[in-house]
């Protein structure tokens, strides 16, 4: 498996500004994702954090909207931008740590409030 | 499409009994992998147990077991000898079929009580 930490842990925010979101893992991993919850649903894909370029993201995400970054195979994040009520919810990371394995670890989660 | 159905919202159980979390999936491809996740109210997603689409037996990690019923498409979550710790939201999910090593699809989850 993988420890895996995601800062800041919760906070609230006005709308119309933005936050990041950081994700460290402690080992080199393979595959990095970024989820979103909304209130009482289940977990929605965001995008794949591809190491050295784009994003992949998913039907419905834009990168002007949530951009990522992932500058190693330790480390991502993921900036929620000119943020509404809507937008509130918890974001997870998660990792695949390598390639003999399809299990998925994930981080603490985000917990973000927007007023 | 690729789908999970967790048709359960709430399941209630006494401490020391058994219980069964279902889930049915719907994928036309031949590898997949299913996942089984618990989430306390902190908000953290616990891995729980995992069973590959082509794994002659069924998985087993401590007091959780995967009944897999390829057959039916089931991938059921059974929690032998339930304790207080265990209430929590349960989701199953599912390796896309698109992705190598591979994003999940979830399904809508199913809240366990477990009462003493």
């Known amino acids: 498996s993988a420890v895996i930490s995601q800062k800041p842990s919760r906070d609230i925010c006005q709308r119309g500004t933005s936050l990041t979101i950081q994700c460290q893992v402690d080992?080199?991993?393979?595959?990095m994702f970024w989820y979103r919850q909304q209130p009482g649903q289940s977990l929605t894909l965001i995008a794949t954090a591809n190491q050295g370029s784009e994003a992949t993201y998913e039907s419905g995400f834009v990168i002007d909207k949530f951009p990522i970054s992932r500058p190693n195979l330790t480390f991502s994040t993921l900036t929620v931008s000119n943020m509404s009520p809507e937008d509130s919810s918890i974001y997870l990371c998660s990792v695949v740590p390598g390639p003999s394995t399809d299990t998925q670890y994930f981080g603490p989660g985000t917990r973000l409030t927007v007023l | 499409a690729q789908k999970i159905t967790q048709t359960q919202p709430g399941m209630f159980v006494q401490e020391k009994e058994a219980v069964t979390l279902d889930c049915t999936y719907d994928t036309s491809d031949p590898s997949y992998g299913l996942f089984w996740y618990k989430q306390p109210s902190s908000g953290e997603m616990i891995f729980l147990i995992y069973?590959?689409?082509?794994?002659?037996q069924n998985a087993t990690e401590g007091r959780y077991s995967l009944n897999f019923q390829k057959a039916r498409k089931s991938a059921n979550l059974v929690i032998s000898a339930s304790q207080l710790g265990d209430s929590a939201m349960y989701f199953c999910?599912?390796?896309?079929?698109?992705?190598?090593?591979?994003?999940?699809?979830f399904g809508k989850g199913t809240t366990l009580s477990v009462s003493s």
């Open positions: 080992s080199q991993v393979t595959m």
């Open positions: 999910a599912m390796s896309r079929a698109d992705q190598a090593g591979t994003a999940l699809i």
């Open positions: 069973q590959g689409s082509y794994d002659q």
